[in-house]
């Protein structure tokens, strides 16, 4: 879907520009480059150089995306990002392919584990996590006809991952989305979780458990707002396809420190190891991130 959203917006944006590391097919950007081709350029497998390219064409002042896996450019590309991107505030947009675990059987290679913790270290990088296909279009489309500053887009899941908007609704960029009022536990999602969390809380109404669902789809910079929202609630939780440390879970804990709210809090999340590979579903049960899962570590929670 990230091919079919960049196609649609360089039919009303000139100044569009969009750069591989030699991964236009699995960045779905075939039929882009087939009908865009001076809109598009792939840098070959230099994520570094792709970042210094994407710099001086956002300083020329086109509007630039550039894509590859999470790790890339997060770690590989990272001293590029931090003085190209964040120092010199020049707004590329980098779209993250298989943060979390979708990369599946390439294995702890290609995972996503620790991506917010890397980008949210750097000064003025923007983080937004797409809850499903609809939203990064949403996402998308305000980045490239607005002027946020350097991104970071974090796409989790995989092909055909269950939906969370059936509707069309009004996104606006930083401010986070209730999805299901709730009084007996507050929980925060992101990315591929936010569906997950839905489903948990379908099993925690038939014991009786009413959650607020709340889809975080701007880690950086975050919504002030949920400050206010957490002091409303004596339990917490969060739940991400990314590392316990670094990520969604530390940044609400910083909040909660920071403004001395009193709750207990539980961050749910892929472990501080080195694990697995297999299929995407294999490996988010093997984790405990599905639904089902998910449930049964909230219930396990509350009666703590």
Request: net charge positive.
């Amino acid at each position: 879907m990230f091919g079919q959203f960049m196609l649609e917006i360089a039919k009303t944006n000139n100044k569009l520009i969009v750069l591989s590391a030699d991964l236009g097919r699995s960045s779905g950007l075939d039929r882009f480059k087939n009908q865009f081709p001076e809109k598009y350029l792939s840098v070959g497998i230099s994520e570094q150089n792709l970042i210094g390219v994407a710099a001086g064409l956002a300083k020329e002042g086109y509007k630039v995306f550039v894509t590859s896996f999470a790790p890339f450019l997060s770690m590989r590309a990272s001293e590029q990002v931090r003085m190209n991107l964040g120092y010199m505030n020049l707004p590329v947009n980098m779209v993250a392919l298989g943060s979390g675990v979708s990369m599946g059987y390439l294995g702890n290679s290609h995972f996503g584990l620790e991506d917010i913790a890397i980008m949210r270290a750097i000064p003025n990088i923007n983080i937004s996590s797409p809850a499903d296909c609809g939203e990064l279009g949403k996402i998308l489309y305000n980045y490239a006809f607005s002027n946020l500053g350097p991104s970071y887009i974090r796409l989790t899941g995989v092909p055909n991952s269950a939906l969370v908007y059936d509707k069309d609704y009004n996104y606006e960029f930083k401010k986070f989305i209730t999805l299901k009022k709730g009084k007996d536990l507050l929980i925060l999602s992101t990315g591929s979780m936010v569906s997950q969390s839905l489903k948990a809380s379908q099993i925690l109404d038939k014991e009786n458990i009413n959650c607020e669902i709340i889809n975080i789809h701007t880690l950086k910079p975050i919504d002030e707002k949920i400050v206010n929202l957490l002091k409303k609630f004596r339990k917490v939780a969060t739940i991400e396809e990314h590392s316990v440390i670094g990520g969604l879970g530390s940044i609400i804990a910083e909040k909660i420190a920071k403004h001395s709210i009193k709750c207990h809090f539980l961050t749910i999340g892929l472990p501080d190891l080195f694990g697995p590979t297999g299929t995407y579903d294999y490996l988010i049960d093997y984790h405990g991130l599905n639904g089902e899962k998910i449930a049964k570590k909230i219930i396990k929670f509350l009666k703590k």
